[in-house]
């Protein structure tokens, strides 16, 4: 069992930085890959970055390729998203998951933490 729980999330503006955070419990973490998704009003979850277990493999999407950039602390049983060149588009609550691998698909993800709001002003 893995409990999820993100930080760092709030109101910018364009062109800012925000640095999300997902602490998880459990010593099991470093096993799992992870994964930071987010969902924006009336949109469905879309996944925006994976990391598998050692750190040595990262996945993104498009929207947020040479913007973002997901890392991990295993000592610490965290796994964070950096977040630079924000837009307003990229408004929405964001979700870190874990899994057993790094894939796009939300259903392959077996935990989830509760979201944290990224609000980004014009």
């Known amino acids: 069992q893995v409990q999820l729980v993100e930080s760092g999330g709030g109101l910018v503006q364009a062109g800012g930085s925000l640095r999300l955070s997902c602490a998880a419990s459990?010593?099991?973490?470093?096993?799992?890959?992870m994964g930071w998704f987010r969902q924006a009003p009336g949109k469905e979850r879309k996944f925006i970055a994976g990391i598998n277990w050692s750190g040595g493999s990262t996945s993104y999407a498009d929207s947020v390729k040479g913007r973002f950039t997901i890392s991990r602390d295993n000592a610490k049983n965290t796994v964070y998203l950096q977040m630079n060149v924000l837009k307003p588009e990229d408004t929405a609550v964001y979700y870190c998951?874990?899994?057993?691998?790094?894939?796009?698909?939300?259903?392959?993800?077996?935990?989830w933490g509760q979201g944290t709001q990224v609000t980004v002003s014009s």
């Open positions: 459990g010593r099991t973490f470093s096993s799992y890959a």
């Open positions: 998951a874990a899994g057993t691998v790094v894939t796009t698909q939300s259903p392959w993800y077996n935990y």
